[in-house]
């Protein structure tokens, strides 16, 4: 198995895969990771630390070529491999890609999978650990960049293989779920749908939420849009300039962070518009959607637009479509008319998965 991971700067990939390569050893599995950047400055031992993208490109794409054929060679002999490296580089040469083409297909990776984090996160890690001028906006940008720069190898490599975005994961590392993704593929692929922001400020609601997506991982393979920080960054930007703030504070890798509230608005459209996209990236890398309706205090059914579209999206893919409706109140022709099945309680649903097999042993 051969894995080719990318992920913009930031991320820190590299602390993440070597978690994954320990679970997998702990499983049975022989991994082997080759870290791209660490192993480019070990070829050019002149080069300083962080500095490798400030040399020409010329020297840069002939080192980077002699650390892929290094690693074609240790492919062969290595019963897993994992390529930590990236798409594409946002720098002061510009953009330009990370890869070559002739190398990526004598490598014949068998996955490709991009990590993405939120842009809190990046901000912060980058902040602490690399001298890289940024602005919010140049995150978000560069990662929708290495999303489509990690697509477009794949289908210029083989689009039959795999190709997964998954997030590093906020509450929780997600490393259990890509080695499933690598070494446990018979597990269905799920993405988990729940109302977010409206019911941010409804504790019993957001509780029976958090223990139907806990509930799920169990189960399977689950690809969580609440993985990602940001969705609510637009919401606390307006909130906060309507009390005649410059700031906004939030919490990321366990402390809290203030943003400038100029840099937040600027970006409010791109979060929006990669949730829309990147949503549906996960409905369609997925075999089926499973969607989580609570019930609001009043009796009503906590169903949103993004929900009702994130179901109509997965039903118009050809995925299986199942919701958990916990009101009284008898969903609409717009849900019931998606729906591969309709449960009243998350039981219900489990013990359903159980018995016709979609859990795997």
């Known amino acids: 198995m051969i894995i080719v991971v990318t992920g913009m700067v930031g991320i820190n990939k590299k602390s993440y895969l070597e978690k994954v390569c320990q679970l997998a050893e702990q499983r049975g599995k022989e991994v082997l990771l080759c870290n791209v950047g660490e192993m480019m400055y070990v070829e050019a031992p002149d080069i300083t630390s962080g500095k490798i993208l400030d040399i020409p490109l010329k020297r840069l794409s002939s080192l980077r070529r002699s650390v ?16 930590n490296t990236h798409a594409t580089f946002r720098w002061r040469h510009g953009l330009f890609p990370a890869v070559d083409f002739d190398q990526m297909r004598q490598l014949g990776a068998d996955m490709y999978i991009c990590l993405i984090d939120g842009v809190i996160a ?91 997506r806990h509930s799920m991982r169990q189960l399977f393979i689950c690809f969580d849009p609440g993985e990602l920080e940001e969705s609510d960054l637009p919401h606390k930007a307006q909130k906060a300039k309507q009390q005649g703030l410059d700031y906004i504070e939030v919490t990321a890798l366990g402390r809290k962070i203030r943003l400038e509230l100029n840099e937040v608005l600027q970006i409010e459209r791109d979060i929006n518009s990669q949730i829309y996209a990147r949503d549906f990236l996960l409905i369609e890398q ?76």
Not at 185 to 208: C, H, L, N, W
Not at 298 to 323: C, P, T, W
Request: charged share 25%; proline share 3%.
């Open 68 to 83: 892929f054929k290094d690693i074609i060679v240790k492919a062969e002999k290595a019963p897993n491999l994992i390529v």
């Open 122 to 212: 990046l901000h912060a890690r980058l902040a602490d650990e690399h001298a890289i001028g940024h602005c919010l906006k140049d995150l978000i940008v560069w990662r929708e960049e290495e999303i489509i720069g990690t697509e477009m190898l794949y289908k210029g490599i083989d689009d039959k293989i795999p190709f997964y975005c998954l997030a590093r994961g906020t509450e929780y590392e997600t490393t259990d779920l890509f080695y499933k993704l690598a070494f446990e593929r018979q597990t269905k692929r799920a993405y988990i749908s729940f109302p977010m922001t409206g019911v941010s400020d409804i504790e019993k609601v957001k509780k029976e939420i958090n223990e139907f």
């Open 286 to 361: 997925s075999d089926m959607i499973i969607s989580f309706i609570p019930t609001l205090p009043d009796g009503r059914a906590a169903i949103s637009s993004g929900v009702e579209r994130e179901l109509q999206h997965a039903h118009e893919a050809a995925k299986q479509v199942f919701i958990i409706w916990t009101s009284k109140h008898n969903p609409s022709v717009f849900i019931t008319q998606t729906a591969t099945r309709i449960f009243n309680n998350l039981s219900n649903a489990v013990d359903f998965f159980k018995e016709k097999g979609y859990i795997t042993a």
